[in-house]
């Protein structure tokens, strides 16, 4: 067996992409058991600057979950959480070579980072708070509407508009899947329709968490996300039924309601359903006409809830 080589070689990763484990190369010396890997396209650092040497280094992709997985590991030495692997796009990383090969050395890595300060904060973290932010910003502002605050709702929903449009947008622009490849511009225009705008975040966090798990995994964040809307669909119509609870009664109602569409149209053109695909047009129609109760309704017709 050839000598395994430690040379010190930095790179910058320049974009992240899951890809099917048959488009790693056949005499790709180190171990990616998996049906799924995870590419980085790195460059070298100290190559000439006019022809900068572009590598692909892949990892594994976990299949049963991120935890405790080598990848968890390279995410660690880089300061991310191990669900988020988009997160290492635009890190710094060491390389370990073998047979002209490269893959991320973990312990490198970790001793990359404690000796330097990072260059590029870690956007897509960032992005994923702003994008909570800007939906709690939009929920606080519809109910303050609804108060003697009412003069904080209008700066509060403006602040969601522009803080949900822009990292919608910029968390979608940055996100490279070959499962899921989002067009930043439909999200941040969804991000600047007020009450809309906090389904559209909801869901967009919902769609990323699918693309990041395994099918089974997947599955269950859709029931999870059409679950908690029809159950906020039924408390929010409760509450709203006293004087006062109303506030927060209307201001849960209004946004499940809101979100029941969004959920039942992405989940509809989910591949979990198989090849009993919903047909989306008309389970559309009823979530944006019926709210909680037509995602209700769509969750016992299909495979989403089971009734045994």
């Not at 390279?74 to 490269?102: F, H, K, M, Q």
């Not at 970790?110 to 300060?117: I, Y």
């Not at 009993?276 to 047009?281: F, I, Y």
């Amino acid at each position: 067996m050839p000598a395994r080589q430690q040379s010190p070689h930095h790179a910058r990763v320049r974009r992240v992409t899951r890809v099917p484990v048959d488009e790693v190369p056949d005499g790709y010396p180190f171990d990616v058991d998996a049906s799924h890997a995870l590419e980085l396209v790195v460059e070298r650092e100290g190559e000439s600057e006019d022809a900068p040497e572009i590598v692909r280094v892949f990892e594994a992709w976990p299949s049963g979950g991120h935890t405790g997985s080598r990848l968890a590991r390279v995410l660690d030495a880089v300061g991310e959480p191990a669900g988020n692997p988009g997160a290492l796009d635009g890190e710094r990383v060491a390389l370990e070579s073998r047979d002209g090969a490269y893959r991320v050395d973990v312990e490198r890595t970790q001793a990359l980072r404690e000796r330097t300060v990072p260059t590029s904060e870690r956007t897509h973290s960032l992005a994923e708070v702003a994008i909570v932010a800007g939906a709690l910003a939009g929920l606080l502002g519809f109910f303050l509407a609804w108060t003697t605050y009412r003069w904080a709702a209008t700066p509060l929903v403006t602040l969601a508009i522009v803080v949900l449009a822009l990292s919608l947008g910029y968390d979608a622009w940055r996100t490279h899947d070959t499962t899921w490849s989002p067009r930043p511009l439909p999200w941040a225009a969804g991000g600047v329709v007020p009450i809309l705008n906090v389904a559209v975040a909801a869901a967009y966090l919902a769609r990323k968490a699918v693309a990041l798990n395994t099918p089974d995994d997947a599955a269950e964040v859709w029931c999870d996300l059409l679950a908690g809307t029809v159950v906020a669909f039924a408390v929010g119509l409760a509450l709203a039924a006293f004087d006062l609870t109303f506030p927060v009664g209307a201001t849960i109602f209004v946004h499940a309601w809101a979100l029941a569409p969004v959920g039942v149209y992405l989940d509809a053109r989910s591949d979990r359903h198989g090849s009993d695909q919903p047909k989306r047009t008309l389970w559309l129609a009823g979530a944006a006409v019926f709210g909680g109760a037509g995602a209700l309704v769509y969750l016992l017709r299909t495979d989403g809830v089971d009734l045994q």
